[in-house]
């Protein structure tokens, strides 16, 4: 979980949102549950996210989230 929340915030700094939430999406894949930085990480980069693509974004992690 540190070593996925700590590459998502990179993405996060770089402005790589789309990255963090395919990190973000993978967790799962890999059986590794986010945790509340984890998601923190992913929604701020999404947030840093360009126009409409980015909202799009944002929801789709925190949607995701809720699925769980």
Same mark, same amino acid.
């Given at each position: 979980v540190i070593s996925y929340s700590a590459a998502i915030s !990179?993405?996060?700094? @770089? @402005? /790589?949102?789309e990255k963090a939430v395919e990190l =973000?999406? $993978?967790m799962q894949g890999r059986g590794v549950e986010p945790n509340v930085i984890s998601y923190s990480a992913a929604i $701020? #980069?999404? %947030?840093?996210?360009?126009? %409409?693509? @980015?909202? #799009? #974004? /944002? +929801? +789709? !992690? =925190? $949607?995701? @989230? %809720? #699925?769980?």
């Open positions: !990179a993405c996060e700094k @770089g @402005g /790589q949102w =973000l999406n $993978s $701020s #980069a999404c %947030e840093k996210g360009v126009g %409409e693509s @980015g909202r #799009a #974004a /944002q +929801h +789709h !992690a =925190l $949607s995701w @989230g %809720e #699925a769980k």
